[in-house]
């Protein structure tokens, strides 16, 4: 049972434009939401995240949008520059007296295209 | 300096064996985590800890024990290597109420099972 879901295993984008990964969840009880990127041979490294109280959250390029009525997030990358070429994971918990145990994605690996 | 130190980077061992994957964290974390990354899985946890001494299962737990004997040390161990074991681990920490702040990763060791 995928509680945390990222549909799109790969997505290409032209440089300099606009790159949207999405994420699905069907967990209520998580409260927080994160994205992670990741390069090959390297471990994941955190991005941005958002609480549940919250429906955006911004820093720099990068966006993420929480839906909680659709159990929908986004990430948006503008404008979207060739590092940008990474897998990237959605990830979702559950507060629990300080341990996060983070539930992931199974990752959409993101192309851009110079 | 790197936070979490992983080791081995590769192995590969033979059907049946036990092996030891070692995670080694130089941030103080109370919190500490042994994933495993594969296609079309994410990554998916298989144990964790919090604190000293205490760990408690993940999702994909079975064929795993760990260890927990001092803060900085985090061990792995697949009692008796089988080839649905071949993957990349990875280790990850974070402080007490890092939620939205995410967690720091290890680089990841590739284990292939033959």
């Known amino acids: 049972d995928q509680q945390v879901k990222q549909n799109s295993p790969s997505l290409s984008v032209q440089e300099g434009r606009i790159s949207i990964l999405n994420c699905d969840y069907t967990n209520s009880m998580f409260d927080y939401f994160l994205w992670y990127k990741k390069y090959p041979a390297e471990g994941p490294t955190f991005l941005i995240s958002i609480s549940s109280i919250k429906d955006k959250n911004e820093d720099g390029r990068f966006t993420v949008f929480l839906n909680k009525s659709a159990k929908h997030l986004s990430l948006h990358i503008v404008p979207s520059q060739p590092g940008d070429s990474a897998v990237y994971f959605c990830a979702a918990s559950v507060t629990n007296f300080g341990n996060e145990k983070l539930t992931f994605g199974t990752g959409t690996r993101l192309t851009i295209i110079p | 300096d790197a936070g979490i130190t992983q080791s081995p980077r590769h192995k590969v061992t033979e059907t049946g064996t036990p092996v030891t994957l070692r995670c080694h964290q130089t941030?103080?974390?109370?919190?500490m985590y042994w994933y495993r990354q594969d296609p079309g899985h994410g990554l998916r946890l298989i144990h964790y800890?919090?604190?000293?001494?205490?760990?408690d299962k993940g999702e994909v737990s079975d064929g795993y024990s760990v260890s927990r004997s001092k803060t900085e040390d985090f061990l792995l161990t697949l009692e008796s290597a089988t080839s649905s074991q071949t993957s990349v681990y990875f280790c990850a920490s974070h402080p007490p109420g890092a939620s939205g702040y995410g967690y720091t990763f290890g680089s990841g060791t590739r284990l292939t099972v033959v």
């Open positions: 941030e103080n974390h109370r919190y």
């Open positions: 800890s919090y604190g000293v001494k205490d760990t």
